[in-house]
């Protein structure tokens, strides 16, 4: 009974569906990341914002305003019938927080992928996630002959955490992306035995 | 996958993000709800041939969630943004045509067993 309105009482079985975010800069292989190691080529969503950005149910002059289109990529990976986890990568522009908000409630936890030559790309991201509480590791997106410099440097670069994992990867290959998967949850799952409620509600 | 209706799909890129989001929702530019993106919509009966009151869009969300599928994949399959979905989900709601099961909070996962079929899981992929 993983969902809070599951009582259906007819065929369907509802899968428990999760989610974990892909962030990081522009170009870095979030996208590529989603497509190695989920089942189908990445889906594409949007939201559709106004300059103002916020709930505000004025159609008057709708056809003027000046909205900006937010494309999300994502994928799905199934796993038997009950049990299916989306990716979703961020979109890449910083100051779209509003939809950073939306896309991390109820996540698992994030992956920051960080490209060494432009290591300051990913700050945003570790900003956003540490101020949310979320949990997350840093991948290392390896580009060819971009290796620079090491794990440790990266780690002292970004003044993470010394609890947060950082690793490297390569984003077009599954095996490596399934790894940084992997870290992530464990990474996850450590944090939850030192914070985890006492008791859950209605389980 | 084929529509319900004889109607073709008017809509390409080339039209634009916001008009016909807009137009298919009579104006309604945001949801009463907030569904997450992995909510997970299921229709409660097929397609009828004749379903008054329903835009071709509702139609073609009833027509695949006939397995429950996340809000975010029915805006990529219907290629509509987020909060236009969720506009036709309230109606769809509101007519008990779908069920919307959001997501249970992490926090409240009872033990690590989630945690360990996922890792199983992509371990086996």
Same mark, same amino acid.
């Given at each position: 009974m993983d969902y809070e309105n599951s009582d259906r009482g007819d065929r369907t079985i509802l899968p428990t569906a999760l989610k974990i975010l892909i962030?990081?800069?522009?170009?870095?292989?979030? #996208?590529?990341?989603?497509?190695?190691?989920?089942? #189908? +080529?990445?889906?594409?969503?949007?939201?559709? *914002?106004?300059? +103002?950005?916020?709930?505000?149910?004025?159609?008057?002059?709708?056809?003027?305003?000046? #909205?900006?289109?937010?494309?999300?990529?994502?994928?799905?990976?199934s796993f038997g019938d009950d049990l299916v986890l989306y990716l979703f990568g961020t979109p890449g522009q910083d100051r779209f927080w509003f939809i950073w908000d939306e896309l991390a409630l109820g996540a698992l936890g994030a992956?920051?992928?960080?490209?060494?030559?432009?290591?300051?790309?990913?700050?945003?991201?570790?900003?956003?996630?540490?101020? +949310?509480?979320?949990?997350?590791?840093?991948?290392?997106?390896?580009?060819?002959?971009?290796?620079q410099y090491s794990?440790?440097?990266?780690?002292?670069? *970004?003044?993470?955490?010394?609890e947060v994992p950082v690793m490297l990867c390569d984003a077009r290959k599954r095996e490596s992306s399934k790894e940084v998967l992997i870290s992530l949850l464990h990474h996850v799952m450590k944090g939850r035995g030192l914070t985890r409620e006492p008791e859950s509600v209605g389980s | 996958?084929?529509?319900?209706?004889?109607?073709?799909?008017?809509?390409?890129?080339?039209?634009?993000?916001? $008009?016909?989001?807009?137009?298919?929702?009579? @104006?309604?530019?945001?949801?009463?709800? @907030?569904?997450?993106?992995?909510?997970? $919509?299921?229709?409660?009966?097929?397609?009828?041939?004749?379903? $008054? @009151?329903?835009? /071709?869009?509702?139609?073609?969300?009833?027509e695949l969630c006939q397995q429950p599928l996340a809000l975010a994949e029915v805006a990529a399959y219907l290629r509509l943004p987020l909060n236009t979905v969720r506009v036709?989900?309230?109606?769809?709601?509101?007519?008990?045509?779908?069920?919307?099961?959001?997501?249970?909070? /992490?926090?409240?996962?009872?033990?690590d067993s989630v945690f360990e079929a996922l890792i199983h899981g992509l371990r086996e992929l």
């Open positions: 962030a990081g800069g522009f170009g870095v292989g979030k #996208t590529t990341l989603v497509g190695s190691v989920s089942e #189908t +080529q990445p889906l594409r969503t949007e939201e559709v *914002l106004s300059e +103002q950005g916020i709930g505000v149910d004025d159609i008057s002059g709708v056809e003027t305003k000046a #909205t900006t289109t937010v494309a999300m990529d994502f994928g799905r990976i992956v920051v992928l960080a490209d060494t030559r432009r290591l300051a790309d990913c700050f945003p991201s570790i900003d956003y996630f540490e101020g +949310q509480g979320l949990p997350f590791i840093v991948a290392v997106n390896c580009f060819d002959g971009s290796r794990l440790d440097e990266v780690k002292m670069a *970004l003044n993470l955490d010394p | 996958m084929t529509r319900p209706d004889a109607e073709p799909l008017w809509v390409d890129d080339e039209a634009g993000p916001v $008009v016909r989001p807009y137009a298919m929702t009579r @104006g309604r530019a945001r949801p009463r709800n @907030g569904f997450n993106v992995i909510s997970l $919509v299921t229709a409660t009966r097929p397609v009828l041939p004749i379903d $008054v @009151g329903l835009v /071709p869009e509702h139609a073609r969300i009833i036709l989900l309230d109606d769809l709601v509101a007519r008990q045509l779908v069920q919307i099961a959001e997501p249970r909070p /992490p926090a409240t996962l009872p033990d």
